[in-house]
């Protein structure tokens, strides 16, 4: 069983910051890629950004520039850095692992972006 856990999540104002983390139970070297979802209310659940197991980022248009993924292989965990946050980030940030077994999740954390 795996199990990922995020923090970092809270309440910011527009154009503030935040560093998610989420620390996966196994090494990350066993996924294909790791990443980021977000779920506002009402709507589906989306990509935020991804890595893939040789390091290669993929981001969302909607935070290209804005946000940053990285990992640290020796703390079996996963960051997701935003910068100048917009209410629009607002919603619950999911990490997702995947291997070709499917997909494990976290619980969720929420961000709120207001002013």
């Known amino acids: 069983q795996v199990q990922l856990v995020e923090s970092g999540g809270g309440l910011v104002q527009p154009g503030g910051s935040l560093r998610l983390s989420c620390v996966v139970s196994r090494s990350l070297s066993a996924f294909d890629v790791t990443g980021w979802y977000r779920q506002a209310p009402g709507k589906q659940r989306e990509l935020v950004a991804q890595i893939f197991s040789g390091g290669t980022p993929n981001y969302a248009d909607s935070v290209k520039g804005r946000f940053t993924i990285s990992r640290d292989i020796a703390k079996n965990t996963v960051y997701l850095q935003m910068n100048s946050l917009k209410c629009e980030d607002t919603a619950i940030y999911y990490c997702?692992?995947?291997?070709?077994?499917?997909?494990?999740w976290g619980q969720g954390t929420q961000v709120t972006v207001s002013s």
């Open positions: 997702q692992a995947r291997t070709y077994l499917g997909d494990f």
